[in-house]
């Protein structure tokens, strides 16, 4: 079973970018989805969960407004529309997956049943 995220790149301060985690060999149908981001130097911050239903979403502060999280049960991924892009969003961006609901995503001790890998998101000023 494995989790691919994609769609990191190098975007101009104020723009968009939308990455997507996909689940392989198992469904996202149970599972919540969250994704986290790791600057150089820095410790890893949740930015946003949805629950296994999509019922619920949470996002840090750092991005609530600018920043969307969907779920697409056929594709069996989770997307992350990001707008408004700042350099400080610059990061490694990865998906993890747990059993129905976010918890406590953002606590350091919070643990997945599944990770992604990275994708690098590069924001210019």
């Known amino acids: 079973v494995q989790l691919q995220a994609s769609g990191g790149g190098l975007v101009q301060g104020g723009g968009s970018l939308r990455l997507s985690c996909a689940a392989y060999e198992f469904s996202l149908d149970d599972y919540a989805i969250a994704w986290f981001r790791q600057a150089p130097g820095k410790e890893r911050e949740g930015v946003s969960c949805?629950?296994?239903?999509?019922?619920?979403?949470y996002y840090a502060d750092s991005v609530k407004g600018r920043f969307t999280i969907s779920k697409d049960n056929i594709k069996n991924a989770v997307d992350l529309q990001m707008s408004s892009l700042r350099p400080e969003d610059t990061a490694v961006y990865s998906c993890?997956?747990?059993?129905?609901?976010?918890?406590?995503?953002?606590?350091?001790?919070?643990?997945?049943?599944?990770w992604g890998q990275g994708t690098q998101v590069t924001v210019s000023s």
């Open positions: 993890a997956a747990t059993y129905r609901a976010c918890g406590s995503y953002t606590s350091k001790t919070w643990v997945a049943d599944v």
């Open positions: 949805i629950s296994a239903r999509g019922g619920f979403t």
